[in-house]
Every structure is written in C-alpha cells, then in structure tokens.
C-alpha cells in the first residue's frame, strides 16, 4: 500500500468537515473497513475511543491491525530493503543510481526536510542492525568537507 502524508494545522482540524473527510480517507486506505462507529467516536485497533481537551473534543484514530499484511521474514538485504517504507525505497534506489550525494541533495529529490534524511538513514540502520544485516551505504566528507552518503554494493 502506497503512503500518503497530510499536513493540517490545529485549526483545520477544527473544522468538522475536514475530520470527516480525514476519517473517509483512512477508512478508504484501510480498504473499506470502517472506523466510525456511527457515535461521533472512533474505533482504534477495535475499540472504541475518544479523548476530551478541554471542552472539544479529539478523536484518535489508526488503521486497525488486522488490515495490516503479514510480512515477510527478513533475512537477508533484499527482503529488509523489500520491508522499507516507500521514502527510504526511494532513497536508496537515488543513492544506488548516483552513488554519492549530500544530505542537501537527498532532501530536495526526495520532498524532505534536511533533518529527515537522518532520521531515515538511523531508522535503516537500526533496523539492519536489529537484523544483523549490513547496508551497502557509508558516510565521508567530500573534497569540500560536505557529509555524503556513498553507495556500495554489496557482494
């Protein structure tokens, strides 16, 4: 399933008419199972549930676990790098095709803050650290003392 991101400010969370719009987009990408229980509430991994704040009321919602798809073992680089999220994909099919970049380059092709490509780049790394798995990427300063990331593959 494809991802999607969404900014709204507090204020347009607000609006009723853009938290039921939000809940129909969830419900559509949750493949049709609802998660309005038909009292204003939500339903979250099967239970009903809502938050006050103040007088307003706030509602929480996630697409339920049973949705979910199994997923494959990892054991090996193909299947951690088949378990990414399509962002990271992404990056990586950009670092294999150009070999080096600097983090400045990474954010703009991939529509990320600076600050993102970090974080993306720790979350592969836990994760191939979680696995035991090496990934074919290292960090150096260029010749003009810029961090880039360096693709190398694995044999």
């Known amino acids: ?19 039921a719009a939000v809940l129909k987009l969830v419900e559509v990408m949750s493949e049709g199972k609802s998660l309005s229980n038909g009292n204003g509430k939500t339903k979250v991994n099967g239970k009903t549930k809502a938050k006050t704040n103040g007088s307003k009321k706030v509602s929480t919602f996630r697409r339920p676990g049973a949705a979910l798809a199994k997923a494959a073992p ?16 992404n990056f990586l099919t950009y670092i294999e095709d150009v070999k080096e970049a600097t983090v400045e380059d990474i954010a703009v092709v991939l529509g990320i803050p600076h600050k993102g490509v970090g974080g993306m780049i720790g979350s592969l790394t836990r994760k191939a650290n979680k ?18 990331w360096v693709w190398s593959a694995l044999t």
Request: aromatic letters at 6%; a negative charge.
């Open 1 to 19: 399933m494809a991802g999607i991101s969404i900014e709204l400010s507090m204020e347009q969370l607000s609006d009723p008419e853009v938290q």
């Open 74 to 89: 990892i054991t090996d680089w193909p299947s951690l790098r088949e378990s990414l999220t399509p962002t990271t994909k």
């Open 131 to 148: 696995f035991n798995l090496a990934i074919p990427l290292t960090a150096r300063d260029n010749q003009f003392g810029v961090k880039t």
